[in-house]
């Protein structure tokens, strides 16, 4: 088999039939699958098996119980399942028409490249089918601030963020992608220096069915941006900086109401605690949860450590004050920074540290049982 055609699915029942015939007539004379990565509620399996009766090319899908990491997770399991090494990515609203694959094909077929981008900016491209003003300038913009991020890396790519595109996954190490966010072409292209060209195309309305892209996918791109860039103790420190400000922000109020300000000092940290917990979780070590213990002993240790660690600045800061003469400020500044690299490293090592294979301590199996117990449906 010459390629695969890799189309993520989610809820895209009113397109599955044009687009079978559509792709199966661009891409005549080239030995091509179709392969359905399915993540949809509604009956984009059907459909697709029924047109995979009367196509003139061979069409799978794939439905995914549980959807592991959304568009991203839906591209990388049909790379794994491709049975040709040189795969197209392409949506399933006919927004990606199928027409450009022959050109896509053919700038491959020159051979100096592991990457085609089908761009919407090229000169011949269009982005026209960007539902409003608002997603215009959302792409533009976002386009501009990842090309400033891989100046080197996306020298050759006037299109990061299009979800239509050839890659040759012998070029790839699909390991070591993180599927998480929208993004995968931009995941693909900024883990590793590949030779990529580009082809332009006309970026089409959508055909049928409705839009999945959300504010919510927005901020993952974000959080996906700055990590591929500064790696996960930058998100860290953005985060750690967020509940600085969140801190004082509560002691404010709470004082302002006119709670004593010991009190007011103690929620607010508690709920720094709480809210950082919840935010590393999600941005940070989210790619490492499955394989780390269940989220109240990771709750458990987090919330350990920082109210440790509360306790032990402290006096640490007196320390260097008293005995090596540091201004307060200083101090501050220090164990600060000192702080943020131990928790770090007690996050990355500790709280979200694999499970070990062997015996759980007696401790963590009490917790569990007692996780289990609590989680149990009553029996009344
Ligand atoms: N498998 C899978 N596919 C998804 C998921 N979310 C979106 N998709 C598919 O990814 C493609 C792109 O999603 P769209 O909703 O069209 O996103 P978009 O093109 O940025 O937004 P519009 O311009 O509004 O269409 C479509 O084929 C969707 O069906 C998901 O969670 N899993
Ligand atoms: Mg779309």
Redesign the pocket.
Same mark, same amino acid.
């Given at each position: 088999m010459q390629l695969t055609i890799i189309?993520?699915?989610?809820?895209?029942a009113p397109n599955v039939a044009e687009l079978v015939t559509r792709t199966a007539a661009a891409v005549q004379g080239v030995d091509a699958e179709l392969l359905f990565?399915?993540?949809s509620t509604d009956d984009t399996p059907d459909r697709v098996r029924a047109a995979a009766e009367t196509a003139p090319l061979p069409v799978r899908v794939v439905h995914r119980e549980h959807?592991e990491g959304?568009?991203g997770g839906?591209v990388l399991e049909g790379l794994g399942l491709a049975s040709a090494d040189v795969c197209i990515v392409m949506?399933?609203?006919l927004?990606h028409p199928p027409e450009t694959i022959p050109a896509l094909l053919e700038r491959h077929g020159e051979g100096d490249v592991d990457v085609v981008v089908a761009s919407r900016y090229r000169s011949g491209g269009s982005s026209g089918?960007?539902?409003d003003q608002r #997603?215009v300038w959302v792409s533009r913009l976002s386009t501009l601030l990842t090309k400033a991020m891989f100046p080197i890396r996306l020298r050759d790519v006037s299109d990061p963020m299009t979800?239509f595109f050839l890659v040759d996954r012998r070029a790839l190490n699909v390991a070591a992608l993180r599927p998480r966010g929208?993004k995968i072409l931009l995941e693909i292209l900024a883990r590793k220096t590949l030779r990529a060209a580009e082809v332009p195309f006309v970026f089409d309305d #959508?055909h049928g069915g409705y839009?999945?892209?959300t504010f919510r996918q927005g901020m993952h791109f974000l959080a996906q941006l700055w990590q591929l860039r500064f790696g996960k103790m930058s998100v860290f420190a953005v985060i750690g900086g967020l509940g600085a400000i969140a801190n004082v922000g509560i002691v404010w109020a709470l004082t302002a109401l006119g709670v004593n300000y010991v009190v007011a000092a103690i929620i607010a940290a508690e709920a720094t605690i709480i809210g950082n917990f919840l935010l590393i979780e999600r941005f940070v070590f989210q790619d490492m949860r499955a394989e780390a213990s269940n989220v109240w002993w990771r709750f458990a240790k987090s919330f350990t450590f920082n109210n440790a660690e509360l306790v032990v600045r402290i006096p640490v800061m007196a320390f260097m004050v008293s005995t090596w003469n540091f201004t307060a400020v200083l101090a501050t500044a220090v164990t600060l920074a000192l702080a943020f690299i131990v928790r770090f490293v007690f996050h990355s090592l500790v709280v979200y540290a694999p499970r070990t294979q062997g015996k759980p301590s007696p401790a963590r199996q009490f917790l569990d049982e007692l996780d289990e117990q609590a989680v149990r449906p009553g029996e009344l």
């Open positions: 189309v993520p699915t989610f809820n895209e990565v399915d993540d959807a959304g568009l839906a949506d399933g609203d927004q089918g960007l539902a #997603r979800g929208y #959508r839009s999945k892209a």
